[in-house]
């Protein structure tokens, strides 16, 4: 009994729980829901998004958190932009925007831990850094990638998948891998578990946090990258509130602000309910404003109930 009560506090197999019926439901109300098509267009919808919450998901459980994301992610993809309309060839382009974004989590990470300062302000000051950085590049006009990236989306896994779905499950299975079967993940769950212990068994916290920041600026570079391919032009506000989308799909999957808890598949099931929820209120015809409300109350309620053990323990 007390197995069976353990194995439905498991956030994971509620969000399985939850997404299922939902498919199943939204599936007989309107059969087009459930086709091959419109589920591959739930991934593509969902997968700049997906990497995001990766990204997020790494620096929660490690004590962190970064509301620069959507700007850098947005600088990234601007940069890249900039070097092709110079004729510039595919490879400096993506090159660059890695670079940018890379440094980027380095600086984010190196002020963090060298000021003793609470994740949240630093990050909120570098994203209007990163913001001021597109828009000074983009002048306020619309950058164009004038085709180059539509790679990501004609080349497809086995004639139906696309190569931006492909490259989401990739950062999804390396995130899984860094987290759980290496020394470096295990490190950074002690870390966001408990500082002060982490710091005293050996490990050299700072140098960390730094990684974790700059290994999180390498991954929102992938996501500028599909987000780029998607939209085929970017504006220095594009990107403007992915990093709350993300940090919501990551507590959904029992990430928790705490650190040192939450899993990779639990955030990314996360993600997965919130595109699957959006793509079902269109199918079904919901008006734009009522699919606003509808959204925010399943999330509120979803957080709630990845609380609820918490709550129980506490008691």
């Keep these: 009994m007390n197995k069976g009560r353990s194995i439905f506090r498991d956030q994971r197999l509620l969000l399985c729980i939850v997404i299922v019926m939902l498919v199943v439901v939204v599936g007989i109300i309107n059969p087009r829901f459930v086709r091959l098509n419109n589920i591959v267009s739930i991934l593509q919808q969902i997968s700049v998004l997906g990497v995001l919450t990766m990204a997020m998901s790494m620096l929660l459980i490690s004590g962190g958190i970064d509301l620069s994301i959507g700007n850098l992610m947005t600088l990234s993809s601007v940069v890249v932009a900039t070097v092709l309309m110079h004729d510039g060839s595919m490879f400096l382009a993506l090159l660059a925007g890695f670079a940018v974004s890379t440094l980027g989590g380095l600086l984010n990470g190196f002020i963090i831990a060298k000021s003793r300062t609470m994740p ?6 570098t994203g209007q850094m990163f913001y001021g950085v597109s828009l000074l590049i983009a002048g306020g006009s619309f950058l164009q990638f004038q085709n180059r990236l539509n790679f990501m989306r004609t080349i497809k896994l086995f004639d139906f998948l696309p190569l931006m779905v492909i490259f989401m499950l990739i950062i999804v299975l390396l995130m899984y891998i860094l987290l759980n079967k290496t020394r470096f993940g295990r490190r950074i ?6 500082e002060r212990n982490a710091y005293l068994s050996g490990i050299k916290v700072d140098l960390y946090k730094i990684l974790t920041y700059g290994i999180s600026g390498t991954i929102v570079a992938v996501a500028g990258l599909i987000f780029a391919a998607r939209l085929n032009a970017i504006t220095a506000n594009a990107g ?76």
């Design 189 to 194: 769950v002690a870390i966001g578990g408990n």
């Design 240 to 315: 403007a509130g992915y990093e709350l989308d993300a940090l919501v799909a990551a507590v959904v999957g029992g990430v928790t602000f705490e650190g040192g808890r939450g899993t990779v598949l639990g955030a990314f099931l996360g993600c997965l309910l919130i595109g699957i929820i959006s793509n079902a209120l269109d199918i079904l015809g919901v008006d734009a404003y009522v699919k606003i409300v509808i959204t925010g109350a399943i999330i509120v309620s979803a957080v709630v109930l990845s609380n609820i053990e918490k709550l129980r323990r506490r008691a």
């Design 120 to 125: 949240l302000i630093i990050t909120l000051g």
